[in-house]
């Protein structure tokens, strides 16, 4: 379903697809438990606390270390009149590929505490010097909403590309053999099918994990995105920490990996952003 509301302006290929594997890195996560005991309790989750960082290390071709991503919890306040959490995630090329595209990008997502449905989605890319920002309240057909922010009509239970990843780590993979759920990435909306594959023991640079193997393909109505999938390992324990995710790209594969400690806190400098008003 393709969405004319200028969320995202026209970029160059290299950037484009760069963009796109940020937001894909995180589609990856969205899955949807088809029953109630595919989840934890929404309110008490064991998986998310306020001050959790993750930190990601990106290999692409010949470039080991090509990218740095970060995903991280900043706050659970009173938002939209409910108690919501701000997730923030950020993305920055490293050397040698910064020396020709230099690129630091942060999207940051507002979800309700119960069942961590979207309802604003922010983007600020900063890439050669030049800056581009992005806000959007997501309604669902008939909702009345108070806000003067820019409007995107999404199906009911829509998740964006950042909140998906904390959706999933709520989910019970035991007790689901294959999900399919709306998402939105800033631009477009897509129906995610993810299946649940294997129990593998990973050795990453944040250390051995055993995790559970998830394949993801996408589809824009019923076709397929051709050229594009991806495989993530979540670690199977009460965090539910996804510590790998390769990506199949029309620009090669990328290799997404944890570097950090999943219990390293935020920095004390960080402060909670308020959505749009």
Request: proline share 8%; hydrophobic share 45%.
């Amino acid at each position: 379903m393709k969405l004319s509301l200028g969320l995202l302006t026209p970029r160059g290929p290299i950037a484009r697809a760069i963009i796109l594997f940020a937001i894909f890195f995180c589609v990856v996560f969205s899955i949807e438990p088809t029953s109630s005991r595919a989840q934890s309790s929404p309110d008490s989750p064991p998986a998310l606390r306020i001050g959790e960082v993750l930190n990601y290390r990106i290999d692409w071709r010949r470039f080991s270390g090509a990218a740095t991503a970060q995903l991280q919890i900043v706050d659970r306040r009173e938002f939209f009149g409910a108690a919501s959490w701000h997730f923030r995630a950020a993305l920055h090329t490293a050397a040698p590929l910064r020396a020709f595209y230099p690129l630091d990008d942060e999207i940051d997502s507002y979800a309700l505490s119960t069942g961590l449905e979207s309802r604003e989605y922010e983007e600020h890319f900063r890439e050669f010097d030049q800056s581009e920002d992005a806000t959007a309240a997501l309604i669902v057909a008939g909702q009345v909403l108070t806000s003067t922010l820019p409007r995107v009509i999404v199906p009911p239970r829509t998740r964006d590309a950042l909140s998906a990843i904390y959706f999933l780590r709520l989910a019970d993979w035991k007790a689901i053999p294959e999900v399919r759920t709306p998402l939105f990435d800033g631009q477009n909306i897509y129906t995610m099918i993810a299946t649940r594959e294997k129990t593998e023991i990973l050795q990453i640079a944040a250390g051995n994990f055993k995790a559970t193997k998830i394949f993801v393909r996408l589809l824009d109505r019923v076709r397929e995105i051709p050229g594009e999938h991806f495989t993530v390992w979540l670690a199977n324990d009460p965090t539910r920490t996804p510590v790998l995710c390769e990506a199949h790209l029309p620009i090669g594969v990328l290799r997404i990996e944890l570097v950090s400690d999943p219990a390293w806190p935020a920095p004390a400098t960080t402060k909670a952003a308020l959505p749009a008003k």
